[in-house]
């Protein structure tokens, strides 16, 4: 046994390894057989702990090669033996009696198979504060360590903050693999390998949060990518100071996850959760904009029918699509079924991606029509499927897929590009087409400029937005009242581009809307239009509707007018445009391009396309449109 002349030459031979570069296992190694010389009745080991929270041995001496392979790469945790557990806590652990503490009990066989009883770890940090190694002495018997035994713990921790403090820099390439350069957490490879690591034995034992950030996008777009760079980096520190000592990584762009296995949070998942909002939920300076980091998280745990740390993963997936889905800035915990739905979803998004990698999305178009004279005077795009056998899929039997903002997106901008050749082709042709409205949705407002992606469009083909209509529903323009839609609007309107308020009645739209919102066209919604018959409230409904439009020189155009009797109460109460089937049906270029030019207004001698003005358009009760454009409305 030595004292502290000893204990001074065994720090000058380590510091003599470590400045002539001696290989970092060779100085563990060396460190712990002179500790086993001082201590003769302590066992010596030297574990260190990755980015991804897995631990691996760099020097175990005098232990068995079995032993050190069963602790190669078991993840740090708060039941993760004396080392598993100091590197996790970042915290002494004593334990005196390794059969009985709680802390062993996945690991006591092995250690009392070799004849160890006790063990007292001590953590070694960073300059961050993250566990980097431990320092653990083992005792053959159960007790604490002796007064002359704690001595040399201090010397020696320093020793291995020195040691791994130079391997860390000597390795710093590799180490970057790991970790992400913008946030400092570990990123997608450390989670990864984290995830192929996590024991999965026990239900219950951990689980995943898997976190979107909501306005990054807008961040970019708004302010630049030096300000999305910064709110990164402000909500990353933010998730990973409240959710340590649990790992947080970074993941994708603006996405994270946080493994979680500390026994009080997994007891209160929802809690965990509310305390990421109100960390984040705080402004922040992001290159001198005030931004409030906005989320939505998704969970899952470790359980019966998640056995694996990929299920585990994929459920936790599922229940953040889940909780973008039904309104952002929400928790969702993943439950049986959701995956179903989903999976359904998902689906449909991957036949409309593959459509629009092969040219399968295509506008159909219904004549918008002057309701006294019959003529064509609009129309609107709908966007259209082509099945690979042909068949003409209307946007209902695809609409899950538009829950994707990419595909959204994508649709939006084929469509748009679709109708600015075809309006081309028809000025071209000397039709008198007025306005084509298209539709967008909340997406299209959030993935760019969507008056970028319009002067593309239709500046490609030299088209003037002037014969645009933005279709944008209730739901997109007030039910959310955002000011990202509310700015991108303005600037079209005054690029001279109308904007039209779809589905009037269906959302969150009341009149006292139309003093503030600026509109230029209200699209009565097809629901009041069926209910047209006396006494019904919709009559009154839309009748005042109309009065309220036109003294607010507001252009009001009934969709979904099926019958003559719906066109004729219509007009008499003041609505002059209409479209429905008792018109036409949507169709595509070719067959509207032969409608233009037989009713359209402007072509000279043009012919009412409307029921009530021409007796052949009507047979057997059918109108003749329902004939010739084959393609019905869904």
Not at 194 to 214: H, K, N, Q, T, Y
Not at 346 to 351: G, N, T, V
Not at 399 to 424: F, K, Y
């Amino acid at each position: 046994m030595g004292g502290p002349i000893a204990l001074q030459q065994v720090e000058l031979r380590i510091l003599r390894l470590i400045a002539n570069g001696a290989s970092l296992e060779e100085t563990a190694r060396t460190l712990c057989l002179e500790v086993e010389t001082l201590l003769p009745e302590v066992v010596c080991t030297v574990m260190t702990v990755d980015p991804a929270g897995l631990l691996h041995p760099l020097a175990t001496p005098s232990l068995p090669d079995g032993y050190v392979a069963a602790l190669d790469g078991v993840m740090i945790g708060p039941e993760v033996g004396s080392c598993g557990t100091a590197a996790y806590t970042r915290s002494p652990i004593g334990v005196t009696d390794i059969a009985t503490d709680p802390r062993w009990g996945k690991y006591k066989d092995h250690a009392l198979a070799v004849g160890l009883k006790a063990c007292w770890s001590f953590p070694i940090l960073s300059e961050d504060g993250d566990p980097i190694g431990a320092l653990a002495l083992y005792l053959r018997e159960c007790r604490g360590l002796h007064e002359h035994e704690s001595t040399i713990i201090a010397p020696c921790l320093d020793l291995c903050d020195i040691a791994l403090r130079r391997h860390e820099r000597v390795l710093d390439r590799e180490r970057r693999a790991n970790v992400d350069a913008l946030t400092g957490l570990p990123n997608r490879a450390a989670f990864n390998e984290a995830m192929v690591r996590v024991p999965c034995e026990e239900p219950g034992s951990w689980a995943l949060f898997i976190i979107d950030l909501d306005n990054l996008k807008i961040v970019n777009d708004t302010f630049g990518h030096l300000a999305g760079d910064a709110l990164i980096r402000v909500a990353a520190g933010r998730v990973a100071r409240e959710m340590a000592p649990d790992a947080t990584f970074r993941i994708g762009g603006d996405e994270f996850a946080v493994l979680i296995q500390a026994p009080a949070t997994l007891r209160d998942l929802d809690g965990a959760a509310k305390r990421i909002f109100d960390a984040l939920d705080v402004p922040a300076s992001c290159e001198g904009h005030i931004v409030v980091p906005r989320a939505t998280i998704g969970a899952a745990t470790l359980g019966q029918t998640e056995q694996t740390a990929s299920a585990v993963n994929e459920a936790a997936d599922f229940a953040l699509y889940h909780a973008k889905e039904t309104g952002r800035g929400g928790f969702v915990r993943y439950w049986p079924g959701i995956g179903t739905r989903i999976t359904h979803r998902r689906d449909a998004i991957r036949e409309v991606a593959d459509a629009l990698a092969e040219g399968r999305i295509e506008p159909h178009y219904q004549p918008v029509i002057r309701l006294d004279t019959g003529e064509i005077v609009g129309l609107e795009a709908l966007c259209r499927m082509r099945s690979r056998d042909g068949r003409v899929i209307p946007a209902h039997e695809f609409h899950e897929a538009t829950s994707d903002a990419h595909v959204a997106e994508a649709l939006t901008r084929c469509m748009l590009q679709a109708v600015a050749r075809d309006v081309r082709r028809w000025l071209d042709d000397g039709l008198p087409i007025q306005h084509v409205g298209v539709n967008v949705s909340t997406a299209d407002f959030y993935t760019g400029s969507i008056a970028a992606k319009l002067e593309g469009a239709f500046g490609e083909v030299n088209v003037p937005l002037s014969h645009l209509v933005l279709e944008v529903s209730e739901d997109v323009y007030l039910g959310r009242r955002d000011r990202v839609v509310a700015r991108e609007i303005a600037a079209l309107r005054a690029a001279g581009v109308l904007v039209a308020l779809d589905d009037f009645g269906t959302g969150h739209a009341s009149l006292t809307h139309l003093i503030n919102v600026p509109v230029d066209i209200i699209k009565i919604d097809k629901s009041f239009v069926a209910r047209l018959w006396p006494d019904d409230p919709s009559m009154v409904i839309v009748e005042g509707l109309i009065e309220i439009a036109r003294r607010l020189d507001i252009r009001v155009v009934a969709e979904g007018i099926e019958t003559e009797v719906q066109s004729s109460q219509l007009w008499a109460m003041g609505c002059r445009l209409g479209q429905g089937f008792a018109f036409a049906y949507p169709a595509d270029r070719i067959a509207i391009e032969a409608l233009l030019r037989k009713h359209a207004q402007g072509i000279e001698g043009a012919t009412p396309l409307y029921a009530g003005k021409r007796s052949d358009m009507v047979s057997n009760g059918r109108p003749v449109a329902e004939r010739t454009l084959a393609v019905r409305h869904g």
